[in-house]
Nanobody
Framework: QVQLVESGGGLVQAGGSLRLTCAAA????????VAWFRQAPGKEREFVSG????????SDADFVKGRFTISRDNAKNTVDLQMNSLKAEDTAVYYC?????????????????WGRGTQVTVSS
């Protein structure tokens, strides 16, 4: 079993930055692929960025390329999402997820463990 807790959300002006952190509990976390998803009001949950278990390979949604960076520290059991050049359309609840596989996926249905989310609000 893996428990995920997100932190770092908040209110920021457009053009600003935030760093989200996902803290994981569970002895097998470091062998799992991880990802960040987000869900805006009235919209479906969407993939943001994902990373394989060893941290070497990542995928990013087109709308965050060049602005967001995912990273993980398996020694600390954390996954971060550095978000720069934030836009109003980035406003959403951001979720950390992990799946029982070494390979990342862009499909939310492929993930077994989810955090409760952290709110990110970008004012224009």
């Amino acid at each position: 079993q893996v428990q995920l807790v997100e932190s770092g959300g908040g209110l920021v002006q457009a053009g600003g930055s935030l760093r989200l952190t996902c803290a994981a509990a569970g002895r097998y976390f470091r062998s799992l692929a991880v990802a960040w998803f987000r869900q805006a009001p009235g919209k479906e949950r969407e993939f943001v960025s994902g990373m394989d278990w060893y941290g070497g390979s990542t995928s990013d949604a087109d709308f965050v390329k060049g602005r967001f960076t995912i990273s993980r520290d398996n020694a600390k059991n954390t996954v971060d999402l550095q978000m720069n050049s934030l836009k109003a359309e980035d406003t959403a609840v951001y979720y950390c997820a992990a799946r029982s596989s070494a390979r990342r996926s862009t499909d939310s249905g492929a993930y077994d463990y989810w955090g409760r989310g952290t709110q990110v609000t970008v004012s224009s």
